[in-house]
């Protein structure tokens, strides 16, 4: 009998560690699409990430969006430099 709760108890613990795999490669892969409107926000976005390209693993290109102007930002470590600033939006 202890035998079977023993088995038990590492079977259940092998699939909540898989659970919780899962979940991490779920955010991983579309955590940054998942966005929550917060009840306080109202009307259209203002902000917003147009797209992103990683360059190194600690540095990445990101397209800005702001009241329909676009900003290209070079993020790099604990820095962030501003490339190109005020590019119009044409849609």
């Not at 009998?1 to 092998?14: A, G, T, Y």
């Not at 102007?69 to 939006?89: A, D, K, M, N, R």
Request: hydrophobic share 45%.
């Amino acid at each position: 009998m202890d035998e079977i709760n023993w088995l038990r108890f590492v079977l259940s613990f092998v699939f909540v560690l898989g659970l919780i795999g899962l979940c991490a490669l779920g955010l991983r892969k579309w955590g940054g699409r998942l966005m929550i409107a917060s009840p306080v926000m109202r009307g259209p976005a203002r902000l917003q990430v147009v797209e992103t390209c990683y360059l190194a693993p600690r540095q990445r290109l990101m397209l800005v969006r702001r009241d329909g102007l676009e900003h290209l930002l070079l993020i790099s470590g604990e820095t962030t430099q501003v490339i190109e600033q005020g590019i119009t939006h044409e849609e």
